[in-house]
């Protein structure tokens, strides 16, 4: 997401026909059926005969009968400037960051406000398992199986007054346990905000593992946001405030770059990128390469039942 460089976009990575035939193969299997899903794949996608549609029970969205990305790949290609720029950055360079003790500060407009110990702020609900797709805005993508408790559920407890209009979240700053931030690529501390209605929607998650362990330190242990229907740049890592607020605050990728970055941030194909298009996306998953993977990108990322309502009469390009 380094501003000045062009996505690298290697024409390896069309799709050969063969592992397009298998793909549509698999989704007939899994009873997806192709029309919804390769609706963006055009003429190529009419001379096939349509799936048969196997009785397959509906996952609903909190899971997904999509391949996962393996716990290798995701714990090993990252965006975690904290720790560098390249992707392999954080494995190497956060492997000895110590994610324990932590406490997180809640302030601004809220009743309960204080420093809470990690354990303490996430007690509010059991730990969950939920298996989101994770869409980057560099136009790659992940299935990744999270455990966390939902955002709503702590924001409840915390017991935000009618005058708190929005959620801000800042990642440490501590540049001598994150080395990425002696060199000033980002505005530290990173920062994301969400609208407090889109904070207490059941999908967003306050993260502390994944795959069934604890979360690694390159994805943003010991507590990270997942909000799978938006950028993965607002599943800030890292976390140690929480802030409540009447007005919108300015989020770290907006303020570097407006015009390619905003405070929605909603995965939406219909919306380019500046330099680049959102009409499709690289999914890095088991048994596949970033480079062989290209399928279309949903509205909202699949996820426009949950919550499109909450953005009824908004012009969709505020939304990018
Ligand atoms: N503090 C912090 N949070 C961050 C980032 C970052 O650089 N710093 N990168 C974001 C981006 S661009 C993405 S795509 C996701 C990547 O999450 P992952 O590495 O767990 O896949 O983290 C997001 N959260
Ligand atoms: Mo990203």
Not at 145 to 173: H, N
Not at 214 to 233: E, M, Q, S
Not at 299 to 310: I, R, S, T
Request: net charge neutral; proline share 10%.
């Amino acid at each position: 997401m380094l501003i000045r460089r062009a996505p690298l976009i290697p024409s390896s990575e069309i799709t050969p026909e063969r592992v397009y035939r298998q793909r549509r193969e698999l989704l007939g299997l899994l009873g997806l059926g192709t029309v919804g899903l390769l609706a963006g794949c055009g003429s190529a996608d009419t001379e096939a005969p349509a799936a048969k549609a196997a009785p397959t029970q509906p996952l609903g969205p909190y899971d997904t009968a999509e391949a996962r990305t393996s716990f290798e790949q995701a714990s090993t290609y990252n965006n975690y400037y904290e720790f560098g720029t390249d992707k392999e950055d954080p494995a190497k360079y956060a492997k000895n960051f110590k994610p324990r003790p932590w406490t997180v500060e809640v302030s601004g407009l809220a009743e309960n406000t204080g420093m809470f110990e990690l354990d303490d702020l996430v007690k509010p609900a059991p730990r969950e398992e939920r298996v989101y797709r994770m869409r980057c805005v560099e136009a790659w993508s992940m299935v990744i199986p999270w455990m966390g408790v939902p955002l709503a559920k702590v924001i409840e407890a915390l017991k935000p007054t009618p005058a708190a209009r929005y959620v801000a979240f800042e990642t440490l700053y501590d540049p001598a346990r994150m080395p990425g931030q002696s060199r000033a690529v980002l505005d530290w501390p990173y920062r994301e905000a969400l609208r407090m209605d889109e904070a207490m929607n059941p999908l967003p998650l306050l993260v502390t593992g994944m795959y069934g362990r604890d979360l690694p330190n390159a994805n943003g242990a010991p507590l990270r946001l997942v909000v799978p229907w938006k950028y993965g740049f607002k599943g800030i890592k890292g976390i140690v405030a929480i802030r409540f607020l009447e007005d919108e605050p300015l989020t770290t990728w907006k303020s570097l770059a407006p015009d390619e970055y905003g405070f929605y941030a909603n995965v939406n194909p219909t919306v380019d990128h500046p330099r680049w298009s959102q009409a499709s996306e690289r999914r890095l998953a088991e048994g596949t390469s970033l480079f062989n993977s290209r399928i279309p990108t949903l509205p909202f990322n699949g996820y426009a039942e949950q919550v499109a309502h909450l953005y009824q009469g908004m012009d969709p390009k505020v939304l990018y």
